[in-house]
C-alpha cells in the first residue's frame, strides 16, 4: 500500500512526539508540567517540508526566547498581578513589533505570562524562564531531526505543485478575461471572478512560501534556486497580467474597437489557452513536446493590427478613455501569451529533483 503525504506526516508527528517524550524521560523532565511545552513544541513546528519546519522553529524559539527573559524580568520584580502581566505582555509585544518580528507576538506573549504566572517559589522567575526555553529547543530539535532522517520531505518536491497552482489559476481565469464582449459583468459573473481572483492569490502566496522553505534548507542547492527563482518570476508576471487583463477587460464592457481586431486576437488568445493547457500538463508530470506553437507568429500578427489601425485613425473615434482601456487590455493580453510561453520552455529543460 502506497502511503500518501498525508499519511506520512501524520505519521512523522506522532514519531516526533513519542520520541519527545523520551527525551524528556531521559533527561529526568518527569515534572508533570514541564514535557508539555516540548510535545506541543514539536506538534507544532511540524511541517511538510524541513525548511518549513526550520522557517517554524526559528519563529518559535525566537518568540520564546525573547517571552521568557521578559517575564523572567518582570517576575523577579514584582509578582503575578494585573499590572504586571499587563506590563509584560505589553513590554514583550512593543519589543517583537520594534524588531521587525510580528507573527512572533501571540506566541512571545504567552511565553511571558506562563513563566510570570507559573514560576515556583524554590526555582524563581529565571530558573522558570530556562526551562520554557530548554523544552522547546528539544521539541523543536526532535522535529528537524524526524523530519531530516524520516521520509524526508524537501520543498523542491512541493514546488511544481505550487507553480501548477499558479498556472491553473490563469488558466481558469483566462477565457473570461481574454474575451470582448459588449454586455455589461453580471453579478454572478462577479462573484465567479472574484473566487478565482481569490485563488489564483492564493496559489501565488503558496508559491512564494515554499520558495522561502527552499532558500532556508540546509545544503549547497544554489543552482536549483536560481532556476527556480527565474520560475518564479515567470509565475509572477503571469500572475501580474492575468490581474491586470481581468481589470481592464471588465471596464472594457460595450467598447467596440476591440472588433478592429477580432482576428488577430482570436489567434493569439486560442494558441495562448492552448499553451496554458500544455504547461498544465506538463506540471502534472505528463509527457509534452514543446512544438512550434505559432505565438511568436500571433502576436507579430496583433502588432502589427494594432499599428494599422493607429495609422488609419481608427482609434481618433473613440473616447480616449476607452482607447487606454484597450491599450491596457491589449498590451497584458500580450505579456501572459509571452510568459506563458516562456515558462513553458522553461520547464521543458532538465530541472534537479
Known amino acids: 500500500m502506497k502511503i500518501t503525504k498525508t ?60 517571552g521568557a527573559v521578559i517575564g523572567a524580568i518582570v517576575g523577579s520584580l514584582v509578582d503575578a498581578n494585573a499590572l504586571s502581566l499587563a506590563l509584560s505582555v505589553a513590554l514583550t509585544m512593543g519589543v517583537l513589533s520594534g524588531i521587525g518580528l510580528p507573527e512572533t507576538l501571540r506566541l512571545a506573549g504567552t511565553t511571558a505570562i506562563v513563566v510570570l504566572v507559573s514560576k515556583q517559589v524554590e526555582e524563581g522567575p529565571w530558573l522558570t524562564a530556562f526551562f520554557r526555553f530548554v523544552e522547546v529547543f528539544i521539541g523543536i530539535s526532535v522535529a528537524i531531526l524526524v523530519q531530516t532522517i524520516i521520509w524526508p520531505s524537501r520543498a523542491r518536491n512541493e514546488l511544481r505543485d505550487a507553480a501548477l497552482g499558479v498556472v491553473l489559476g490563469v488558466r481558469q481565469l483566462y477565457p473570461i478575461i481574454s474575451t470582448l464582449s459588449h454586455a455589461p459583468v453580471t453579478a454572478e459573473e462577479s462573484v465567479q471572478r472574484d473566487g478565482m481572483r481569490a485563488e489564483l492569490l492564493s496559489a501565488s502566496a503558496k508559491l512564494r512560501e515554499i520558495y522561502g522553505d527552499l532558500q532556508r534548507e540546509p545544503g549547497d542547492h544554489r543552482q536549483e534556486i536560481l532556476i527556480w527563482g527565474a520560475h518564479l518570476r515567470f509565475c509572477d508576471e503571469l500572475e501580474l497580467h492575468a490581474l491586470a487583463l481581468e481589470h481592464s477587460q471588465r471596464w472594457l464592457r460595450g467598447v467596440t474597437l476591440g472588433d478592429q481586431l477580432a482576428e488577430p486576437l482570436q489567434s493569439l488568445t486560442t494558441l495562448t489557452q492552448q499553451c496554458l493547457d500544455r504547461l498544465v500538463a506538463r506540471l502534472e508530470g505528463q509527457e509534452v513536446a514543446v512544438p512550434a506553437t505559432g505565438l511568436d507568429a500571433a502576436l507579430a500578427g496583433c502588432d502589427a493590427a494594432m499599428v494599422r489601425l493607429r495609422e488609419q485613425g481608427i482609434t481618433l473615434s473613440y473616447a480616449m478613455p476607452d482607447v487606454i482601456r484597450f491599450c491596457t487590455y491589449f498590451f497584458n493580453l500580450r505579456a501572459i501569451s509571452r510568459h506563458a510561453s516562456g515558462l513553458e520552455f522553461a520547464f521543458a529543460l532538465p530541472t534537479k529533483k
Do not use: E, F
Open 7 to 66: 499519511l506520512q506526516h501524520a505519521l512523522k508527528t506522532g514519531l516526533a512526539v513519542g520520541i519527545t517524550w523520551i527525551v524528556c524521560n531521559w533527561l529526568k523532565y518527569y515534572d508533570s508540567h514541564r514535557p508539555i511545552w516540548a510535545l506541543i513544541s514539536t506538534v507544532l513546528v511540524m511541517q511538510s517540508n524541513l525548511g518549513s519546519v526550520i522557517r517554524a522553529s526559528g519563529v518559535r524559539i525566537g518568540g520564546t526566547l525573547i
